[in-house]
C-alpha cells in the first residue's frame, strides 16, 4: 500500500510556495497544520527531510517557522518526491518462502525490476515539473471550480493567518 508523505510533503511545499508568492514566506508548523487539515507534529516530522534536503529553511522561536530554501521555479517535485519517501521503494514485493514452482523462486527479481523501471517513470515525470508548475495548475483548477475543493480556497491559502 502507498503511503501519504510524498503527498503531504507536495502539499505543504505547494502551500508555502503560495505563501512566498503572496508575501508570507515563512508558515510556523501550526500554520501549515491548518492548511493541511493535520497537526503540527506531522508536519514537522514532513519538513525534516525536506530541510535535509535543503528545500526548506527553519527558523525556530516566536517569529521562526518554514519557508522555501529556492525559488519555486527551482525545485523540482522529483526533488520532494525523493527525500520524503527515502529509500522506501514505490512498491514492496510480497515476499515468502522459495518453493520448486518456478514462477515462486524468480518473481522476487522480476518484481524488483518492475518497482526499479516504475520508479524511473515517476521521477522522470516528476522531474520535469515544479513546485511553480504546480501552482500554476492548482490556480487553474481553482478558476474552473475544481468539485475536489471550493473556488476560494487557493486564494485563501496564504492569507488565512494574516491579521
Excluded at 505543504?12 to 497544520?33: D, F, W
Excluded at 525534516?48 to 517535485?77: D, F, H, M, Q
Excluded at 522476487?108 to 520535469?128: I, K, P
Amino acid at each position: 500500500m502507498l503511503d501519504i508523505r510524498f503527498s503531504s510533503a507536495l502539499m505543504a511545499m505547494l502551500i508555502l510556495a503560495v505563501a512566498e508568492e503572496e508575501g508570507n514566506p515563512t508558515l510556523s508548523s501550526a500554520q501549515l497544520a491548518e492548511r493541511m487539515g493535520t497537526n503540527a507534529s506531522l508536519v514537522r516530522k514532513l519538513v525534516l527531510p525536506l530541510a535535509r534536503a535543503e528545500l526548506v529553511v527553519c527558523s525556530k522561536g516566536r517569529t521562526g517557522g518554514t519557508r522555501l530554501a529556492r525559488a519555486p521555479e527551482e525545485i523540482t517535485l522529483a526533488e520532494v518526491y525523493r527525500c520524503s519517501t527515502g529509500d522506501k521503494p514505490l512498491w514492496n514485493c510480497r515476499s515468502g518462502d522459495e518453493h520448486d514452482c518456478r514462477v515462486a523462486a524468480n518473481t522476487q527479481a522480476y518484481f524488483a525490476e518492475l518497482t526499479r523501471e516504475a520508479e524511473r517513470a515517476v521521477l522522470d515525470a516528476l522531474g520535469d515539473r515544479t513546485l511553480a508548475d504546480g501552482v500554476r495548475e492548482l490556480r487553474r483548477l481553482d478558476r474552473e471550480g475544481n468539485p475536489g475543493g471550493d473556488s476560494a480556497g487557493l486564494r485563501e491559502v496564504a492569507s488565512s493567518d494574516r491579521s
